[in-house]
């Protein structure tokens, strides 16, 4: 059985969400990011980037066990083990994997930027604020485009490009923004939104993480018994 290490980020989301349209069997298993369980040696074997999510295939290819880390990788991986959520037509195919390279390069890059300078870093650093927010504007721009010539990102149907998307386009009031100002980004989000496997994608760890309010001294003592090593 597929084992899913995750924790419900906007990254862990996206795999949460293609299991569930998949239907396919796995086994959750917590990685409890806001107590640092991202650094522990059983998650670092999987995916020594320390970052959730992962996934562990014990029937890979050639039936030999994979693991993965990257939710783009694992999104193609198992779009293309299960014939689904990925174009057969070659040209389809590539327009597929360039809009879900544009959320992995820019959407969430960007995005988790604007969140942390205008959320979590609020009282400092001015100048990231008004960048990130004037990016973060910039690539709801480009999606509205995109959005208002093509049901879904890659063509008219549903898509891996969509389901790494969609999680990172909740919230815009978080971010300064309004769907009233994207009506075609929310035409697109109302239908994926309404789609089973996506509200079931949403309850397969809970929607809501806990904040990580680790005071610097409890953070110190974390990193130091787990003996953390900057890069």
């Known amino acids: ?77 198992l779009a293309e083990k299960h014939g689904r959520f990925i174009p057969t037509d070659a040209a389809s195919r590539y327009y597929c994997l360039q809009w879900l390279m544009f959320q992995m390069s820019a959407i969430g890059p960007m995005t988790g930027q604007y969140n942390h300078f205008h959320h979590t870093a609020k009282e400092q650093w001015d100048y990231s604020k008004e960048r990130y927010a004037n990016e973060v504007a910039r690539l709801y721009r480009v999606l509205e485009k995109r959005l208002s010539q093509s049901e879904y990102l890659a063509g008219d149907e549903f898509s891996i490009a969509d389901i790494a998307t969609f999680p990172w386009m909740r919230y815009p009031d978080r971010r300064g923004l309004s769907f009233d100002m994207f009506p075609s980004i929310k035409r697109w989000f109302d239908a994926i939104e309404s789609r089973p496997g996506v509200q079931r994608g949403f309850q397969v760890i809970g929607d809501h993480p806990p904040q990580i309010t680790l005071t610097d001294a409890e953070r110190d003592v974390m990193f130091g018994k787990l003996q953390f090593q900057p890069r």
């Open 1 to 77: 059985m597929l084992e899913l290490w995750t924790w419900p980020t906007s990254n862990g989301h996206k795999i949460h969400i293609m299991v569930e349209e998949l239907g396919i069997p796995y086994k959750v298993m917590p990685v409890d990011i806001s107590t640092g369980e991202q650094f522990l040696p059983e998650f670092l074997a999987i995916n020594p980037n320390n970052r959730v999510p992962a996934i562990v295939d014990p029937d890979g290819p050639g039936g030999e066990p994979i693991r993965l880390f990257e939710s783009g990788a694992i999104l193609i991986y």
